[in-house]
């Protein structure tokens, strides 16, 4: 059988919890998962790419079968380069699905031959988002609990705690 592989696409401004929950329930499903992290957000990132790469390379390097990469423009041009057929979302709320449903339907318009496999994350981290947490670390408040240790000290670092 052929190894099946996925991306899984994203921002990762920066990692939390709830997106090491989802890479772990992933390759559970997948030989190999690439995550593939977006170069150029509009949403002005926190973390230049090559910290939110190696935050992320750090926090996964147990994980044998994930592999981080940078990737510019379409998701779905970046899935047919790696010649890969399934992209992972992660859907914490119901408020998420709209967007995400408008998105997957977008890209497989776009691109008819790729599908998104939606994932939940564990409840524990289903109110969690990095742009949350950059708000609350900001302001002096403690969140061990929300992202990897190798996070929470980067974003100590980044804004000067
Ligand atoms: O972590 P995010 O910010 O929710 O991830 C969004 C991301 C990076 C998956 C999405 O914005 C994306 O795929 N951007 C690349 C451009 C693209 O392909 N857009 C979707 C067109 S329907």
Same mark, same amino acid.
């Given at each position: 059988?052929?190894?099946?592989?996925?991306?899984?696409?994203?921002?990762?401004?920066?990692?939390?919890?709830?997106?090491?929950?989802?890479?772990?329930?992933?390759?559970?499903?997948?030989?190999?998962?690439?995550?593939?992290?977006?170069?150029?957000?509009?949403?002005?990132?926190?973390?230049?790419?090559?910290?939110?790469?190696?935050?992320?390379?750090?926090?996964?390097?147990?994980?044998?079968?994930? @592999?981080?990469? /940078?990737?510019?423009?379409? $998701?779905?041009? +970046?899935?047919?380069?790696?010649?890969?057929?399934? !992209?992972?979302?992660?859907?914490?709320?119901?408020?998420?699905?709209?967007?995400?449903?408008?998105?997957?339907?977008?890209?497989?318009?776009?691109?008819?031959?790729?599908?998104?496999?939606?994932?939940?994350?564990?409840?524990?981290?289903?109110?969690?988002?990095?742009?949350?947490?950059? @708000?609350?670390? /900001?302001?002096?408040?403690? $969140?061990?609990? +929300?992202?990897?240790?190798?996070?929470?000290?980067? !974003?100590?670092?980044?804004?000067?705690?």
């Amino acid at each position: 059988m052929m190894a099946k592989t996925a991306i899984y696409p994203g921002s990762f401004d920066p990692m939390t919890s709830g997106h090491v929950d989802l890479i772990q329930r992933a390759v559970q499903i997948f030989d190999r998962v690439i995550v593939a992290v977006l170069r150029n957000t509009h949403k002005d990132p926190l973390f230049p790419i090559e910290d939110r790469i190696a935050m992320i390379k750090a926090v996964t390097k147990n994980i044998k079968k994930v @592999e981080v990469e /940078a990737f510019d423009g379409l $998701v779905i041009e +970046f899935a047919k380069q790696k010649q890969v057929n399934v !992209l992972i979302r992660g859907i914490r709320m119901i408020s998420d699905f709209e967007y995400e449903f408008q998105m997957a339907l977008t890209n497989r318009r776009l691109a008819p031959g790729i599908e998104t496999v939606f994932l939940m994350p564990s409840e524990q981290y289903s109110f969690l988002s990095s742009t949350l947490i950059k @708000e609350a670390a /900001a302001l002096g408040a403690d $969140v061990s609990s +929300f992202v990897p240790k190798v996070v929470e000290k980067k !974003l100590k670092e980044r804004l000067g705690r």
